[in-house]
Every structure is written in C-alpha cells, then in structure tokens.
C-alpha cells in the first residue's frame, strides 16, 4: 500500500490568520512534532491539510476518541479472508512511509496511546512493534502533528505534562470579521452581504458564551446557514436552523441568541 | 446486498407541523447532517421514513445504545458458515451505496461512534475502515440524521460541542389537537370524536409533567388506547391500561392522573 | 426446531382476581406488547402461563438479568461440535415463528436490551439481526410481554419513559384471602382449614412490610409451608422453615414475625 | 460422566443440634429448595455432605465467588484437545443426571446466577441450556441447597427477595459445650479433658466478638489447635498459632484474646 | 513434568529468631494450611525457602496480585505450537505432584482465587478442575502457605474471615541484633564492624516509621548496602544509594533520615 | 532474534552532575536492580543510554502505561503468519540473552507488572512463564533499570514499599546552568551566548512552577527553541512556540511566563 490515497491534490480553502505557516514550516524542517491549540470548528483541520499539501506530504488523520488502544493506532495481526496477517495502523503507515501523522482530539485516547508517540517525539525517532517483532525507524518524511482544545480538558484528562513538553504549539482562534467573511462567502456561495451579516450574527453569538451557551457559532455554521440560504430559505430560518437550534436546548437562552440574530438582521 | 430492502414504498402517514419539510428538503439538496429534536414518540421517527418515502432514498435505522460500539455502526470480520467475511455494518452500508441513515438517539452511545461520524460531516464525507484497509467516500445520496431528546441528556452524557456544531437541527414537538386527533382515528380505528376525547385526555396527561409524571401520554400510547378500545374493552379500562398503568408507581400519582381522565371523559 | 417444546399441553392452575384476562386478550388481538406489574410471587409468571394456554400459542420465557446482553436475546454464531453456525436466541425464535415472548423482570438487564426490542413494539414490528445480515419481520402470532415489579425500581435502574410508553399495562396483587385459600390447598394438598390459616398466617406478615421486614410472605411460601406439613413437619416448624427463616435475618423483627404467627395458629 | 465420585460412601461425623435431620428430610421428600444459614465454620458443609450420605444421593459442591458467571454453573462449549464440545457445569451435571447441587456462599455471585436457578426453585423444575439449544428437565433426585450467611450480608451485596422467598431455610449455629467438645476430641485425637479445655478457650474468644474480634473461635479452629497438640506442641504455642494469631492484628486485642485463653487454661 | 526443577539443592542461610521451626514442622505432619505473618522483607521467603529444603519437598512459589485469577493457579488450556493442551496451573502442580505451594501475598488476588483453595483446606483436600472435568485429589505432601502483611490491609482488601480461620499463622518481625548483623556479614562479605554499623543505621530508621517513612529499611536493604561499599562506595553514598533514596520523596524526611544515619556512621 | 539492534554503538551525549556514573557501576557490578529518580525531562533516559554504551550491553526500553500487563512484558502466544508461536517480551529478552531492561515510569502500571520483577530484584533472578511452561534463569548480564518521576505520584498510585525497597536509587535534577548551555549549544546548534539566553529563560520559567505552572521548561523544550532559532524564526517566536505555549493554557500565567521570558531577552 502507498500513501498515494492520502496525498491532497488540491488546495484546500486557507486564509492565514498570522505566522502560523512560517512556524509550522520551520518546525516540519527540524520535523519537530506539533500541536495545534484552538477552540472547535476554528480551522485547525483545514489548516494542517492546506500545509500538507503546500508541503507535499501525505496526511493521515486520526480522529481520536476514549475507546481508542495503542493497537489502533500501531497495528495488529487481523483475520481476514487470506488468514491471519499483520496491518499496519494509521500511526505506522505514517512512520513506516513517510507522511505527517495527524491525531486530531488525541487528549480523548487512554494513556497507552500517548506513551506509544513518545519515542517518535525524541532523538530517538523509532516505534517499537512488541507484538510484530519489529523497531521501525521513522522515514525522514514522517512528522508527528496533534490538536488540542485547552477548554475541554478537566483535571482528571489532560495530556500529561511529560507528553506536552514533546510538542511546539501553535494557538489557533476565530479569524477576523474580513477574513471569516470571506471564508464565508467562498466556501456557502453566498453574496458578501450575506456573509457579513452571518459573520456579524457569529460574533453576537460568540459574546453570549458562558452566559448560557457553551460555544458561539464556528465558522462552519456559518457556512451552513450560508448553504442553506443558497437552497431557498429565509435568513431567519436558515439561522434558525443551523445555529440556533443545534447549540441551545433550555428556551431563554434560545430567546437570547434569536434576540441577537435579530438585531443583526435587521441593523 | 442492494438497499432495496431499505426502501419504503408506501406512504407512510405523516401531518406536518410546520416547515419542517421544506428545511429537510433543503437541507437535502446540501447533503448538511440533520439533528431531529423533541419528545419521546412525537413522530420523529415517522417524519424521517416520510421524507425517505418521499425523496426515494432508502432508510437504515439504527436504535443507538450505550453498549454500541464504531464497530457495530461501521462492520467488521466475522467468522460466519464460509468462513471470514467482512460484514459492513449499517452506517457503511449508507455510506457505500447511498442512503439517509438514521441514528436514533445517538447520545446514548459511546464517544467511539460520534468520532466515526465526523469525517462524514464536513467537507470531506469520507468513511475510513480501518480494519478492511479501505478509505469509503460517500455515495451522493448519502445524507445523516440523527435524533436528540433535550430531556434525556445530562451533564455527563451529552453530544459534544464540536459534533452539534455539525448538524442542521429542526424541532418537534406534539401536534396541535386537530392533528393528533386526526392522526388517532386514522390508526386506531376509532370515530373522531372518541379520537376527540382522548386527545384531549393526552393534553390533560402533559400538564401533569413536573407533577409526578416524568412525560405526559404520548401520541402513541393515545393510538394504543383506541386500538383497545376498537377490541371491545370499554374506555375507562382502555386508558387505564394503555395510558394511566404504564407510566405511574405512584398511588397519588396515578389517582390525580385518573382523576384528570375522569373530567375528560364525563365532561 | 419447532416451538412445540414452548407449548403448554395441561392447563396451568390459574384464579383470575379481576378483568385481568379480557384484557390481555383484547390487546393479544392486536398484538399490542404488555407489560405486567406487580410484587414477587403473586402470580404474574402463572398468569403468562396460563395465557399462553388458553390462546394456544407457544410461550418463551428469559429471566432477565444484569450481565444479559442483546446477543443472549437475538442470537449469535456459536462454534458448536459441527463449526460455526447461526444460532437464534429466545427473542429471535419467538419473533420469526410466533410465540408470546416473556422477558421476566427485563429492567435488570442493560439498556441494549431495551433497545432491541423497540422496533418490535411499534407498528414495524420488525428485528434486525445485524450480524446475519438478516432484517426478520415478525410473524403474525409474536407477541411481547414483559414484567416488571415497581416496588424494586431505584433511580439509576429504571425503564427508560421511551421504552414504558411503549407497552400496554396490566397490574397484579397478592389475590384475595378465599382465592389464596384455594390455591394453597389445591397445590399443596392439604384441608382447607389449614390453607386458611395459612392464608391468615401470609396476611399478618405482609402488615410487617416496611417494618423491619422487606417484603410480606407470597403465595408461593404459603405453599410451601403446607407442602412441608403434608410430609408430617408440625405447622409451627413449617411455618418457621419456609417463612419465618428465608425473610429474617434481624432477632427482634423474627421476634415480631414470630408473635404474628403465633396468634394465627392459636386464634 | 456418571456422579458416582460425587457420592459420600463413608458416614460423615456429624452431631445433630436440634431437628435439622427430619426439616432437611422432608423438604428433600418434597424436593423443596434448602438455604442453610448460619456463621463461618459452624458446620453448615458437614451437615450436607452427612445428609447427602444419609439420602445416598450425590453430592455437587460449589464454591461460589464474585466472578462466577452463569457459564461457570451451566456449562460451556470448550475446546479441549479434541475439538469443540459441549462441557455440562456442575449445575446441569446435577440437574441432568440426579444429585443434591450445593452453592456455597451463593451471595457472593453476580445476578445472573441466581436468576439462572429461579426457573429449577419452582414448579417448573428447568434448567434452559439456551447457548446448547436444550431446555434439561430436572430428574426426580434433584434438589438445590445454598449456604448463606447473614453476618455477612450488606446493602449492595445481598440475595433479592424475589429469591430468598423461593426457599425453606433452616437455622445452624455454634454446637452446645458437650457437643463440641465430643467433636474436637473425635476429629483431632485429643483427650476429652483437653477438649473440653479447647472448648472454654472458644467460648471465651467468642464473647470477644464485636469488642475488636470480627468473629470468635470456630469449631474448625479447636480441632486445628488439638491436631498441633497431638503433634507434641504445647497448648499455649498451639492455641497461638491456630486461634489467637489468625484471627488477629491488633497488639491489644491479641492481649485480651491472649488474657481470655490464659484464664481458661489455668483454672 | 516433575517438580524437580522446585526442589531446593543447596541450604538456604536462614537464622531462626524463636520456635517458628519447630511450629512448622508440626504443621507439616499434620499438613494443615500456614499463614506466615509479618511486615515487608523480613525473611518470610526465606524462611518457606529453607523448611521446603529441610523437609525435602519441592516449593512452588506464586507472587499474587490484583489481576490474577483462579485460572492463573488452577490451569486452562492454551493453544501452543502443538494445538490445544491443558496446562496444569502452579497450584494444581503442587496438589497433583506433592510440593508446598506458597502464595505470596494471597490478599493481592480477588476473592475467586480465595474460593479455591478453600476445599484444599479442610479435611476434603481436593482441587476441583471444573473445565478439565478432573477432581484433583491431593498428594499426601501438598500442603498450603500463604503469607500475609498486617500493616498493607484495608477494609476493602483483606482475607475474608472465613479463610483466615482455616489457617495456622506464624509471626514474623525483624531479627535481633545480633542474627541481623550476622545475616548483613555473611550475604553481602562485609566486615562485622561494618555490619554492625549498617544494623544501627536500619534500627534508627525503623524507629521514623510513621514519622514520614511508610517503613524502615529492611534487612534486605541493609544487604544491598554492604554489597555497595564491597564494590568500593563510600559508606555514606552506599547508605543514601540503598537505603535513604530508595524510601523517603519529601525533602525534610530525608533530612531527617540522613542526620539518624550520621549519628550511627559518627558514633 | 540477536539483542544487536539493542546495542547502543554511538556514544550518547551525557554530562555528568555528580556521581552517578559511579555509583551506577558499583550496583551494575553486583547486578542490583536501580532506581532513576527525577522530573521530566532532565536526563534520565539519556544516562541510562550513556551507561549502556560505557558498559557495552544492551538496552531494551518499555515505555510503562496504565493499561500495559504483565504479558506484555514477559511475553504470549501469538498467532502469526505461520501459526502460533511463543513470542518473548521485552522483559523476557532482556533476562534471557544478557541486556539492561529499562522500565520507564514503571509506576504507570498495574501491580501485575511490579509483581512479575519480584523475583528478578532478589537472589534469585528468576522468571517464571507460567503459560511457557518455562523458568527463565536471569543471564549474568541482565540487569533492571525503573525510572520514577516522585512529583507524578499520588496516594492511589506509588509503587509499593515492598517494590522500592528492592532497589537502589540514584537521584536526578535539573543540570547546572554551564552543563545545561553546553548540552543545549550542542543539541540545537545555536551560539554559545544564544544557549545562556535560553537556559536562563528556562530558570526563570522553573521559578514559576507552583505559581499556575505545573512544570517549567525542561532541557528538551530549551533544545527545541533553539533548533527553530536555527531554522530562522526570532527568538521571541521561537520560545512562544517551544515554550510558552505548550506548557500554559491560563491567559495571565502565559502573560507572567511571557514577561519572565521577555526579561532575560532584554537584559
């Protein structure tokens, strides 16, 4: 198997936000390993499958989550239709060919997973396969790249502080007004005046977090309610329905948040 | 295995509330990742195998629960009387040859499966199967819903942020009285003013929550009455079995319940 | 294999304490699913048997408990003396050949039991056996009943409302002093005069309930104890044997218990 | 596999305390399920085996603990060396084939075990072998009997009164002075003086119960103390190391368990 | 197998402290089950080591501990390169061979390995293996040692009282003196002044137990620090290399250990 | 398999701080097991690769994690492409063809793991594999290295006293501020003065642990500011990306670790 699968072809949709590319590039060159820092839906996604294919290397993505073993990620021996044979997990896929490795939430693994990236992120660069017999040395391609949500960790899980202080960080947060604008327009087919009044209704969103709301409207609800648009519904119930309705269950926040896309609408 | 068996092809009997048809319709044509929300047995289920009916997309349901693995949704190898076969499982079945899947109340299931739905609800709509060494893009007629009952979560079983934030989400709740009176003679069998009255038994049920009844009779539990009823079994026993029985312990409970009957049916 | 092994050929003692029979049959005729309430040992079990007699159809009874899964239930590829072949569990067997299924206190068990059974309990009456690729509609003389006893219901282990709104209810108490008096002598071959006294002795206990004892003696120990005296035990021993022994643990509540019996036998 | 090793052909020592004989003998005439109940080493093991010698009926012990399952009791498909077979547990084996089934400590298993024998303790007398598609009728010698023991019983592990109300218990205690010491000179070959000393010295340790001490001296402990003395150890250094050293870890309640013997063996 | 490879050769060095000799060797004639008592590294091992050598029998040792179950003693079968093989388990080893079989720490294991052993304790002395359809008779040398550290139990861990009772239990504590400085001499060929000096020094630190040290150094730790200085260390670093380190995290403890040691080092 | 690919054949980088080399040959020449204590971070797991290669013996690293057992350590059957085959651990390796075993953060893992080096730490340096059949006497070469960081551990997870004692113990802290800028000008290829501005950052930052940091900047995150100065980035970004930012999540202590930062930058 190749990673020829995994290769982007065509540019991802990226509007950088600051330096973040000229970090992330001197750390791919000394193939430091990575972490990306940002609240949900801010593009963190997007931007490590926009360096990838700058960069031209594969990108495996791994979404993490807290039933996932060190063997999901390494390999194991499979029964399949032709017997018993190993199979290389997405982890060693990356090591083995060369590609950057992206474990996308990896705070939500147990610890064993975590344990099993740190040879990777030393001098060392090996991963160790007990159960194949087998020490593989990373392909010089290979980098290590993890995203991380400071607001979902609690004191009972978090990355270890052994582990964080393998990793350069780069912190990212909602773009500008301008530039979400036009992220919008691009990515919903919506005119600019649509976008910015849905950008305008993210940001009223994003002021009522913590007085009722968890999270304000990312950016890609605001591309959803663009799409919606474009299909023929009103803005009111376009907003409705993919902001309003999917963040708020108890009904005075939800009256909060539609008084504030309201005066958005109608300035 | 085609998905034949997944088509519905009768009319299933639905009345619309409001515009929900039209933002499912929409939201469609987006292929956007739809969230049901409402009561138990308010019709959410009847609505979805509507719009399956009606934009002739088969329907895979899947009744989620806490012990339901991403293998459960996603397949695996299984030893059967030929031998080792991979089995995809009903989510992948959805995504490989187009159809709407349905996951009914998904919260319950574990952090595994909402992180396989990801991928599927964002740009890339890719299903990876891990184990079969298979990356599956979704078919064009793929589309995702799921249901959520906002009474039922609590501060440690609940969607994540980051996974609502992906779906479109259109309310449901119990139809007017006009409506549930005409959906309960249409499946009970029985005349519409005997329908009348047990609607209006239904309505006196729901003012009762918070009051000792955890949920009010439901539209289904309204039909199961007449269908007795339509057997012979005089009203008065009917609701009691198939209304005032099931939902109460509680002697007080059950005798402010019976009393509320009572009015209704000697008005 | 057949469900003639399921089918009950000699008609099962049974004294009916109410309408309790016009009404199981009323919903049988619609194959509406039933649960039955009611304390332990009072005759739910007898009920279903009898039931099951009088309708001619077979029965399959499943002791429900904690560590049941839905595999115990629907079934599972087993590796027997022959290799590896289907196997169709209680529920299975009873939904694809028609038999009433008793699933006996099924609030023990996990909530992918409870799950199972939904889509038999509304008008699709279907149950996908997702492992044998097999979506089973259910034959016209499959019915569904459960028990279930309020009185062991805590918070944490209760039916879901989804699940009760489901099932048509019927409920069940200990059966009135002249209908318990048939039954001890009937099934324990003793006179009359003892039964009574018996039957008295059963009362006393049940006034106990809630104070030091759990629950009162049931039919079943009543029973008991005369089959104890029809083997020549005096009625003091006996009474000590299959009551007074098996309910008390505490010295001063068998005080209690004690005193109680003792003013029934020397009235 | 017949039961003959599981017959007792030599008479089991055993000194009866009150009329435990003619209850065991008629709930055996009625095949009425037996609990013995009484504390740690009080004979409860001895009395069975000398009833099963008496009734000339096999015997089946086990000894229940938290991580028996069902399968443990009912039996399994193995693979031995001779390919898949159907292996009967020593439930099915005595259930099958005639034999008393003795679960010692039944408490202590997990629910699903007790649910198994619900059906066998009534009138239905089966035993569902649902994994080897066979439902085994109890042969006519069957009988079950459990161990329980109340002191050690607590809240969250306890047997339900749905089962506790399926069987006739009988009471067993510590044996009267006379009869201990009967018991202790026949089982260790000790003098009856010496005996009737050991006798005092586990009276005295058991007025100690409760007051540091979980529990006093068993007869079992008494004959392991006169077994080191017939081997030429001193009574102190015995008496040390079978009872006072056992049973204790606190340097002062080993001083008054230590003062208690002293007494008793300088009168 | 034979047990030969479990057979002592050569004299354990053991210096007995009181009549535990003699004890055991009672204990073995009448092959009654021993608990050794005792606190961490006092010569509990070795004193089991040396009686299997003077009794010539073999000694099995198992080091228990909270993953172990009752099939890790008792045996299973195991697929190796010659198919499906039953495998005795150490226990069943020594029951079915002759050998003394000692569980170190049996408290460690859950209470299904407790379960066990208990028909090895009383006059039946029989294993059953339930899945190998065998009851293991045992050898006229088998015999059961456990041991057993007061000071590690808790209320949630510790031998259930019906174990204990079936037990005789011999207790241990740190050597005199002298036999200790003798013990330190010989195994680590240290000068006496020097062993001496190294049996202060432990002294002193016992004497901080539950001032900040959990335990005092023990013998095996003394040991330990002579071999350092006969590889040429200072005393100082041996002792802080072997002892002070290995013991103590918080910084004043420590302190206080070191300044106890330089006392003894600078009389 | 040959432990060739575990022989260390260029000399690792290593400063010395005290006398840890010493020491460690001392314990090497007697074999004792030894224990490397530390935070995270300052070189442990560099000088046990430095005394490796002094030594010229092999060294097999496990990186301990809370879900690891004792058979990943000393080995399973594994079914393979050529069916099933004994495959050695780790652990097994290392005690069977002469290597340093180094068990990092051993106390990550369950007691099954401590329990199995029990009876490797003393006399008799043996390993028993039960499911080999099989004791494995220690080679002359093997020997056990742990590493333990005492600021992880908590009440509920330490390594047992019984466990500690059975090692020597040499301790680790951060290196000096000359050591540190010449392994971190070595490391990253950075100017001497750059090396000092960077340690001195890295003090500063360590002077704010217990001020809302939980750890300052390790040696490692030092090297890797220095290798994206070498790449080009400013220093200020630099350390924002190695330093700054993985270690804080709280706004005011980055603003304090910033300012420290910014301090040394503009002396």
Known sequence: MTLDAYRITDEPYYRPAGEEIAIFE??????????LKGPTGCGKTRFIEHMAWKLKVPLITVACHEDMTASDLV??????????VWHDGPLTLAVRHGAICYLDEVVETRQDTTVVIHPLTDARRILPLEKHNELVRAHPDFQLVISYNPGYQSAIKDLKESTKQRFCAIGFDYPSHEVEAAIVAQEAHVAPEIARQLVAIGTRSRNLEGHGLAEGASTRMLVHTGRLISQGLPMGQAVDTAIVMPVTDEPDVRAALSAAVQACMNP
């Open 26 to 35: 001197a750390a791919w060159r000394e193939r430091l390993p990575v972490m």
């Open 75 to 84: 390999g194991r021996y499979l029964i399949d239709e032709t017997g018993t």
